[in-house]
């Protein structure tokens, strides 16, 4: 059965990429396997929440979905 994809968005001034890691581990505990969990960093002072589910996908939704993660990952790839 397909699960639905939670996205969060942490502000990057306060967590490294371990940091990171432990919050999805935890958050992922948690909600004990109900979401896919992915947690990334962005320069916003908010936390950002997204959650995306196959059942309401359409082809823009993808394409949203997926420029959410690329952005999410790009300033990652480029500092190292």
Do not use: A, H, L, R
């Given at each position: 059965m397909?699960?639905?994809i939670f996205l969060i968005g942490v502000p990057r001034e306060h967590n490294t990429a371990n940091d990171l890691r432990l919050i999805?581990?935890?958050i992922?505990?948690?909600i004990k396997?109900?979401?896919y969990v992915l947690v990334y960093s962005h320069f916003k002072k908010?936390?950002?929440f997204k959650?995306?589910?196959e059942k309401d996908f359409d082809e823009?939704?993808?394409e949203e979905l997926k420029q959410i993660v690329k952005d999410a990952?790009?300033?990652n790839l480029k500092k190292e």
């Open positions: 397909p699960k639905p999805q581990n935890d992922s505990n948690t396997g109900e979401y908010e936390i950002e959650v995306f589910y823009v939704k993808y990952v790009s300033p």
